[in-house]
């Protein structure tokens, strides 16, 4: 049978390299001169951890959030971990070559690293991607990139992605190479924005859905891990229930299963729904940075006025100022709480405790309807988590602990 083209050849991934030492995160492997060195895999998720994020000192809390997640330890086990990672590297407490202890805040990696692909060819830090497109039944051409290696993860498209752009977007970049750190990452921009054909006649919710399904056809994938964020976790419930022999587990991050107006029960309710809708449309229609600008605070209220002008960036580059005023048409009537009981498979919920898009209030009831489920409340008020914030490492330590 023919490989397909995603899927990785060789080794492939990036191999950290420094004083006689090597890393290769994919494989799990530590070398030293050559051979390999057995450690735990705490200390290697601490190795890795602190290589990564070595252009700054990293916080205990951090560290303990990237390494054991949500469960409760001492830092005395941090501290034991640390000294076997030294001593696994030829490093020790009293000369810090490569970790340097920052005393009362966290450890920063100190040793000159390089980076290569796995065969000795340099590269510049990030996995690189692949775009290609297929063309969907009614004639729409649907972008979709693949890039990392290992099992197969699939995103559905959420809110005016663009598949280009958010590859050095401060907005998304972060979590491009974290969903791709141990998975061939498969995304795609929905029709209507991005590198997808923008002008497709009306959208529809189902519209989506087959996109996601025609994707998934053009890669090859026979059985994998769906992942939606925001509203692209609607279209991952329709999907897993229309083809649950192809969905062997559902990730469900910062989302709904009924839109504004779909579940608007009150006339507060109700007014608030037309309000935000309203608010949409003439923000985009008049082209006025106001509209975005509170937008951008909604999505990300902790985020830095740069991250906030990123967002807008982005987001006018992404579609035109029509195709937005429809989209939030369809999204504020999004309602897939009749299929959420359908979903088959194991399913994990991770929700924002303080988001402000998005209420938590939607995460507890896809967890009631999804019969499989587990729901995770994470430490932060931005509906699309930030690089630096402790919530980030906390989100990739949950979803790498349930897709393994």
């Keep these: 049978m023919e490989i397909p083209w995603w899927r990785p050849h060789g080794r492939g991934g990036a191999v950290y390299v420094f004083e006689d030492c090597e890393v290769d995160p994919r494989r799990f492997e530590l070398r030293r001169r050559g051979e390999p060195v057995h450690v735990e895999p705490q200390v290697f998720a601490l190795l890795t951890h602190l290589i990564r994020h070595r252009d700054r000192v990293v916080g205990k809390t951090e560290l303990l959030d990237a390494v054991w997640g949500y469960r409760h330890v001492s830092e005395s086990a941090l501290t034991s971990r640390v000294k076997a990672l030294r001593r696994a590297i030829g490093d020790s407490g009293g000369t810090q070559r490569m970790v340097a202890t920052v005393h009362g805040v966290g450890y920063r990696f100190v040793a000159d690293v390089r980076e290569s692909d796995g065969d000795g060819l340099a590269v510049g830090g990030r996995i690189p991607q692949r775009i290609r497109y297929c063309r969907s039944a009614d004639g729409v051409r649907v972008a979709y990139a693949v890039s990392g290696s290992g099992p197969p993860l699939v995103k559905a498209a959420n809110w005016l992605t663009h598949l280009d752009l958010e590859w050095t977007s401060p907005i998304w970049a972060h979590w491009l190479d974290g969903l791709a750190r141990r998975h061939t990452l498969v995304r795609y921009d929905e029709r209507g ?23 998934t056809d053009a890669v090859e994938l026979e059985r994998f891990p769906l992942l939606g964020v925001s509203q692209g976790g609607a279209v991952a419930i329709a999907y897993a229930v229309r083809h649950p022999e192809r969905v062997s587990r559902l990730v469900l991050a910062g989302a709904y299963g009924r839109g504004r107006f779909a579940r608007a029960a009150t006339p507060e309710e109700k007014e608030e729904a037309e309000l935000d809708r309203s608010l949409g449309r003439i923000g985009w229609r008049h082209d006025d940075p106001t509209f975005r600008q509170v937008f951008a ?14 967002f807008n960036d982005l987001q006018r580059a992404t579609t035109s100022i029509g195709n937005v005023v429809r989209f939030l048409d369809v999204f504020a009537h999004i309602d897939v709480s009749r299929l959420a009981p359908k979903v088959a498979c194991p399913t994990l919920i991770l929700h924002s405790r303080g988001d402000l898009r998005v209420p938590k209030a939607q995460a507890q009831e896809l967890a009631a309807l999804i019969p499989d489920s587990r729901l995770c409340f994470l430490d932060s008020r931005n509906h699309i988590l930030t690089r630096d914030e402790p919530a980030w490492p906390a989100f990739l330590a949950e979803l790498d602990g349930f897709l393994a």
């Design 297 to 310: 605070s909604q999505f990300l209220p902790d985020g830095t006025r740069e991250l906030w002008d990123a």
């Design 193 to 215: 924005c991005g590198l997808s054909d923008w002008d497709t006649g009306e959208f529809r919710f189902e519209d989506w859905v087959d996109d996601l399904e025609l994707v």
